[in-house]
């Protein structure tokens, strides 16, 4: 799958996020194969690829909500 290209910053948002073991484990992992194939990436772009993913599969294309 493409990487999702996530536009620059315009919003700084500070939360907490609870997530199980598991998860981070998962993210971590993310985080870890896209530093090794020189993708440069943090772990709110990976929250945001994955909200995107996650509107898109339940609400439609996020070109519907631009």
Known sequence: MKNMEIPPIT???KTTIYIPDEVETLLDELFIKRMRD???TDRSALFC???RLLYEKEIGSSDNHK
């Open 11 to 13: 919003t700084k948002l």
């Open 38 to 40: 020189k993708n440069k």
């Open 49 to 51: 690829e994955g909200i």
